[in-house]
Structures are given as structure tokens and as C-alpha cells.
């Protein structure tokens, strides 16, 4: 598995906002950055995350801790496309990410769910990949819930800085509809209540920073992946 000082990390800033707030920042930011190239026309697009844990819930319980270095792991869809999977490792520690990446096939994807990782550790296939197997085959790592929402992502050179808006964040724990995009969604956020997150390498440029007003936004730990799986847990008791 790569190790953690090989990682490429970045600054990540998570914020809740009301609606209206939102919209507002959405109004300032558009005149002074661009948007994701590879969003729809209005900038927005759909994203999935199928997340996987081990038998004790040890990325749960590691992010319940406050644990300093711990990683996430997830197979990610956008606007439901099934065709391209990519399967991700995120690290975190404290207000630092880094993200590792790369793409997965439809037989793949099957393995990992069904918990057979065998052919992968062989195979000629991405060390994040191997690595993920690993896990699978040996902690028993499995699907644990699907977390859904809608992005819109603003990108400024400067700072490489990416600012997204996620709303609609739900949650579902019919896994074996993670491909298809349907079943029950469970909301995991009050109604009008949205996520801003900030990103940027060595610094956020003092213009971005005034255009959010970050000094009067409200800063949280915010989890998806920990929300989602309380939620869960409580709904299909």
C-alpha cells in the first residue's frame, strides 16, 4: 500500500450552510473562478459513493475518534454512469486530505462487493487497486452504505483552490442498488441546511477568502460517511 508520506496532501475547509447563504456565495463566486469542466451545463452533477469498512468499523470508529491519520475507502459513480467506476482511498488528517484514485471495471466492482479479492492481488491492475484487495480479502473489508448528492464545483489557479457546494446529501443502505442509482434515500441534513467545502494546496488566495467570508462561516468536522452510517443503522434497525 502507498504510504502515507507519499500522499500529495491539500487543505480542506467544510462548512454548513442554509440554503439561501449558499446561493449567495454561488453569486459571488461565479464572476471571479471557472467551473468544473466536467460538470452538466449548469455546473452541477450527480455523485455516488458506494463506502466499505471492515467487520469492526474501524473507519467509523476512527472518525467517531478523531483518530489523526485515518483513511476512508469508496467506489464513486457520477450522474449515475455505471460504466465508469472509480475506486478511491481518502486520507484525512485533521484539516488535510489527500485522495488516491483510479478507475474500475464493471468485473472488478463485483469482486470487491462479493468479498473475493483474490484475482486482483495477482492480476495486473493499479496498486491502489491491490492494495484495496488486500483489505478485502484479509479484514474482511465489505459495503457498508451508499451516500449520494449533488455538486456544483468552482476551480481558481491560484492556490489550485476548488470550492464545492454539495446538496441533497442522502443516504441508503439497499446496497445492491448502488449501480442503478434507485431505492429509498434517507436525507441526512435538516431541510435548507447544505455543505460548502474548501480545498486548496499551500495557501487560499485572499480574494477567494473575502468572496466566501469565511470568517463568518461556521467550520464543522462534517462526515458523510459518519452520518450516513448513524442513520442507517437507526432507520433499518
Not at 470508529?61 to 457520477?78: A, C, E, F
Not at 448528492?149 to 454539495?166: E, H, L, P, Q, S
Not at 443502505?173 to 486548496?200: A, C, M, N, S
Request: a positive charge; aromatic letters at 10%.
Amino acid at each position: 500500500m502507498q504510504g502515507i508520506d507519499a500522499l500529495r496532501y491539500r487543505n480542506e475547509l467544510k462548512f454548513i450552510c442554509r440554503a439561501d447563504m449558499l446561493r449567495l456565495l454561488e453569486h459571488r463566486l461565479t464572476p471571479v473562478t471557472a467551473l468544473d469542466r466536467n460538470a452538466g451545463h449548469d455546473g452541477r452533477y450527480a455523485i455516488s459513493s458506494l463506502y466499505f469498512d471492515d467487520p469492526q468499523n474501524s473507519c467509523c470508529h476512527d472518525n467517531d475518534l478523531g483518530v489523526g491519520t485515518r483513511s476512508k475507502y469508496r467506489i464513486r459513480m457520477y450522474d449515475y454512469d455505471s460504466s465508469r467506476l472509480r475506486l478511491e482511498r481518502k486520507v484525512k488528517n485533521k484539516d488535510k486530505c489527500a485522495k488516491l484514485s483510479c478507475a474500475l471495471s464493471g468485473a472488478q466492482y463485483q469482486q470487491l462487493v462479493a468479498g473475493d479479492g483474490t484475482a486482483l492481488l495477482w492480476d495486473d491492475v493499479p496498486p491502489l487497486l491491490r492494495s484495496f484487495a488486500l483489505l478485502v480479502q484479509t479484514k474482511g473489508f465489505r459495503p457498508k452504505v451508499i451516500v449520494d448528492y449533488r455538486r456544483k464545483a468552482f476551480i481558481a489557479a491560484a492556490g489550485n483552490v476548488r470550492v464545492t457546494m454539495d446538496t441533497h446529501c442522502c443516504a441508503s443502505h439497499q446496497l445492491d442498488r448502488f449501480l442503478t442509482g434507485d431505492g429509498t434515500r434517507i436525507p441526512i441534513q435538516q431541510r435548507g441546511i447544505h455543505l460548502l467545502e474548501v480545498k486548496f494546496d499551500e495557501f487560499l488566495p485572499e480574494y477567494i477568502r473575502q468572496t466566501l467570508q469565511i470568517n463568518t462561516l461556521r467550520q464543522t468536522p462534517f462526515s458523510k460517511y459518519y452520518l450516513s452510517r448513524q442513520l442507517t443503522q437507526q432507520f433499518w434497525r
